[in-house]
């Protein structure tokens, strides 16, 4: 009887080392992909409960008039804008549900834009007059009179670009 064929056992073991390294390298692979996964996951949920975070960081937004007047032409809807106009009416607040102070501003182009200001989570602006100048930042939705800004508040759960308006110096938010 003949022992065991060391060239055999020679050539196994080398098998069996090579399967042991690819699984290693695999599972190392795999581990990074992993890790990779859960830190990519986190950046999105601190980022999604953070939103206030982001909209800190100054916009670089081509010239409002302009983005809001493709926005009126093209019948587009919650869109980010932010820019200035003149106070040309001011209207009654609306005191159902949830309360929002109301004007109408009328932009360079001549385009006018109704501001629906939530008063329940930002201060109403007092002291507005008609033709003041008025800044805001906020969402944009079409109408057919020109449009409306939303949003010129924050986001009490931070889910939102928060909003503004600015009018003589002070930040209405």
């Known amino acids: 009887m003949s022992g065991p064929n060391p060239i055999k056992i020679k050539v196994y073991s080398l098998l069996l080392r090579m399967t042991e390294i690819w699984s290693q390298r695999k599972i190392i692979s795999m581990k990074r992909l992993f890790i990779a996964l859960l830190i990519g996951v986190g950046i999105y949920a601190f980022l999604q409960n953070n939103s206030a975070l982001i909209s800190s960081f100054p916009a670089k937004n081509v010239p409002d008039n302009q983005v809001i007047a493709k926005a009126y032409q093209n019948r587009l809807s919650s869109i980010q804008v932010s820019g200035s106009g003149k106070v040309i009416t001011i209207l009654r607040d609306d005191k159902r549900g949830i309360r929002h102070h109301k004007f109408i501003l009328r932009l360079s182009s001549g385009q006018t834009l109704l501001i629906a200001h939530n008063i329940d989570l930002a201060p109403k602006i007092k002291t507005l007059k008609k033709g003041d100048a008025v800044q805001f ?36 938010e």
């Open 137 to 172: 930042c906020g969402e944009y939705e079409w109408d057919s009179k020109g449009g409306v800004i939303h949003w010129t508040h924050r986001d009490p759960n931070g889910r939102h670009v928060s909003g503004w308006l600015k009018h003589n110096g002070r930040k209405y």
